[in-house]
């Protein structure tokens, strides 16, 4: 079974610019959630989606939003980038019935630099 | 907010030493509580679980204790290897399901021989 892949790795943007990141969850997981990671906050949520809809949501700005499309894969986007946000962007993916909690499978992350 | 404390930041110990790691939570309508490990470059990884109907959980060497009307949970380590060295990170559950976590700001763990 696949693992959850996000993409690009790596990315390299200006301030100013928006950024779109993708990821692909466990095939058949419906939950996937979005967090940003940085030396000094740990890990920090972002939102979570569960059947394209948003459950939950953390307390970033409004630049920062998501989606999640029918096959369960969802994207995050950032506008106007600010050399705050060069952070890895991680999501997670789960399964079942979305009635309990089980466990959040990690992808390897997107690594955002704003320059 | 939803808020999770995680102590200490560092934690040093000799090999087949035990390491304990505490987490204190704020939201009463948290149900479920992971532990996670993260070694340098990689991606965080589940070592252990524990929901609010159970008080204690173990596997092998590493055991998880929650004391729900305090608000505390810790992660137990005995015996500890040199590859248990690693960043160790408590979590919440905001709600009752899914991925929505409340992360503690994380244990730098080092074992040394």
């Known amino acids: 079974k696949a693992g959850v892949t996000q993409t690009p790795r790596y990315l390299i943007k200006t301030r100013g610019q928006q950024v779109t990141l993708s990821c692909s969850p466990i095939s058949g997981h419906r939950s996937v959630s979005w967090y940003q990671q940085t030396p000094g906050q740990g890990l920090q949520f972002l939102f979570e989606y569960f059947s394209e809809t948003q459950r939950n949501k953390g307390n970033f700005p409004g630049r920062f939003s998501g989606r999640q499309f029918s096959n369960s894969r969802s994207e995050m986007n950032v506008s106007t980038l600010e050399l705050g946000d060069s952070a890895l962007y991680l999501c997670?993916?789960?399964?079942?019935?979305?009635?309990?909690?089980?466990?959040?499978?990690f992808g390897q992350g997107t690594r955002l630099t704003v320059v | 907010g939803e808020n999770v404390e995680q102590h200490p930041s560092t934690l040093s110990v000799q090999e087949g030493d035990s390491a304990v790691i505490k987490c204190t939570y704020s939201d009463s309508a948290s149900n479920y509580f992971p532990w996670y490990k993260q070694e340098l470059g990689k991606r965080p990884q589940l070592i252990i679980d524990i929901r609010s109907n159970v008080g204690e959980k173990k596997d092998q060497r590493i055991a998880v204790t929650l004391n729900k009307t305090a608000k505390h949970f810790s992660l137990h380590i005995t015996e500890t290897q040199p590859e248990d060295s690693a960043v160790y990170f408590c979590?919440?559950?905001?709600?009752?399901?899914?991925?929505?976590?409340?992360f503690g700001k994380g244990t730098t763990l080092s074992v040394s021989s």
């Open positions: 997670a993916s789960s399964g079942g019935t979305g009635t309990s909690n089980t466990e959040a499978f």
């Open positions: 979590a919440a559950s905001i709600q009752k399901a899914g991925t929505a976590l409340i």
